[in-house]
């Protein structure tokens, strides 16, 4: 048996008003033969897509890895840009090689690539590691890079990381938040201790100053404690700044394991940037889950509108009933910041699975991140479709645009699905998408894949 496989990763441009593709700057288009005889896998992954303060280039970080044999890894992370116009592209700065064998190896992940304030340099957070057979470190850093020359102007390492057989421990940079201002960034700071069967941690947001990155502060927002009979742990989403700069709004999300029971809330948490102190909180929904029913709440995305007096988020509500059934709806909420109320829900989608001895069904829709347009009079969001009937899934991804004022849905176009026939599965998506500086167009990360599966033939003589 061997496989066949067709690639392609580009970046999607689009019309904001049309929706329609305008052109794709193509990325990597790479064919893969995979047979017992010859384990190889080749994969090209484009993530933290961000624009230069002019609008005309668009800068991407792009993972390149390769499996040779069974065990054997080669790859490297590369930041990347292109000229939005001509689709050729201008800087290639090398962040990374990343290697790996049975005996250990070593790898780098940068992640929450920022163009800075004035347009000069590149901020992002890097976490390399190596490892051996029993055995794991690294660092977690922040790096700036000047966009002229594409060398390192600036790095600080912010945290430590080790694993072994007695203990696991460490600290990590995570997402990044230029302020306003442009004089400092904010991070998600991410700590975490495994000692036998317990695991402790804590999350905080973290303050540097953009020049020189000294720590101006750390606000602990959510600490972890896990054992074998149960704990609590939270988790830091998305981090936005209010329009006037004196607030930051956190998604916090937290849960209380005992068991076979879970208990847990979502909320907007806001922080005072003069006191570092936590003034209110928005309650988004509650979480829990017993043997075989509970319901969960979650949000993707966190934006403060225009006019700086409301904030959306992406929020998608989930129902398990019984063992067999799930029903899970997508909205988009909108938040008034000072008090807290609701001002709008859009729903946006609702899912159906069903399970039982007969054919599962799945049929629902669901969206990711959503931007909001230029003017701020329109919401812009990727909605995938799903319908699976027994083993047979068919998927549509479209580009949807929403009237912010009335929530009612003001057009699509479809960017993305997938089939499959027989042994041959055909796949595209869309995903990550961005509004132009200037408004008028969108960027994203589009993918697409063809596979086919051969069976050995019989070449034995009949007689």
């Known amino acids: 048996m061997s496989m066949d ?8 441009h689009y019309s904001a008003e049309q929706l329609s593709a ?35 280039l668009v800068f991407a970080i792009v993972i390149r890895s390769k499996m040779q044999g069974v065990a054997k890894v080669t790859g490297s992370a590369v930041i990347t840009g292109w ?46 590691l190596s490892h051996g057979s029993f ?12 966009l002229s020359t594409g060398n390192v102007v600036g790095e600080v390492v912010v945290g430590q990381i080790s694993a072994g057989v007695a203990r696991t421990g460490g600290t990590i940079l995570g997402k990044l938040l230029q302020a306003k201002d442009g004089k400092s960034l904010f991070g998600v700071l991410t700590s975490s201790r495994l000692k036998g069967f317990r695991v402790a941690g804590a999350q905080s947001v973290v303050q540097y100053a953009s020049d020189d990155f000294t720590q101006l502060r750390v606000i602990p927002l959510v600490t972890a404690s896990m054992g074998i009979g149960g704990g609590q742990c939270g988790t830091i989403g998305d981090v936005k700044q209010t329009k006037d700069g004196r607030l930051l709004l956190v998604a916090v999300g937290s849960m209380q394991q ?50 700086g007096v409301s ?37 946006t989608g609702m899912s159906l699975v069903r399970m039982g001895f007969g054919s599962p069904q799945i049929k629902g829709t669901r969206h990711e991140k959503v931007k909001q347009s230029r003017e701020g009079k329109g919401l812009i969001g990727c909605m995938m479709q799903v319908e699976q009937q027994g083993f ?16 009612s849905e003001l057009g699509r176009a479809q960017v993305g699905s997938s089939a499959q026939q027989g042994p041959s599965v055909n796949m595209s998506d869309l995903t990550d998408i961005m509004v132009s500086r200037d408004g008028t167009s969108l960027i994203g990360i589009f993918t697409s894949t063809a596979s086919s599966m051969q069976m050995p033939q019989c070449c034995c003589p009949i007689t």
């Open 5 to 12: 496989i067709q690639a392609r990763v580009a970046l999607g």
């Open 258 to 307: 005992q068991f076979f029971t879970m208990r847990g809330n979502t909320s907007i948490v806001k922080l005072d940037l003069f006191s570092g102190q936590e003034v209110g909180r928005m309650m988004v929904g509650a979480s829990f889950a017993g043997m075989f029913s509970g319901q969960s709440v979650e949000f993707t995305s966190l934006m403060v509108r225009r006019d």
């Open 135 to 146: 055995f794991l470190s690294g660092s977690s850093s922040l790096k700036r890079w000047d």
């Open 311 to 347: 904030l959306f988020d992406a929020v998608t509500h989930g129902v398990q009933p019984g063992v067999a059934a799930l029903t899970v709806a997508s909205f988009i909420m909108q938040w008034h910041i000072e008090n807290g109320a609701v001002v709008k829900s859009i729903q």
């Open 83 to 128: 000229n939005i116009e001509t689709g050729q592209e201008v800087l290639s700065i090398p962040c990374a090689q990343l290697s790996g064998g049975l005996g250990g190896g070593s790898m780098t992940e940068v992640e929450s690539l920022k163009v800075s304030k004035d347009g000069t340099s590149l901020f992002a957070s890097v976490t390399s």
């Open 22 to 56: 305008i052109k794709y700057i193509e990325v990597a288009n790479y064919s893969v033969h995979v047979s017992p005889l010859n384990p190889s896998m080749e994969s090209v992954n484009v993530s933290d897509v961000s624009l230069s303060r002019d609008g005309q």
């Open 392 to 407: 047979g899934v068919k998927t549509a991804t479209w580009l949807v645009k929403w009237d912010v004022e009335t929530g």
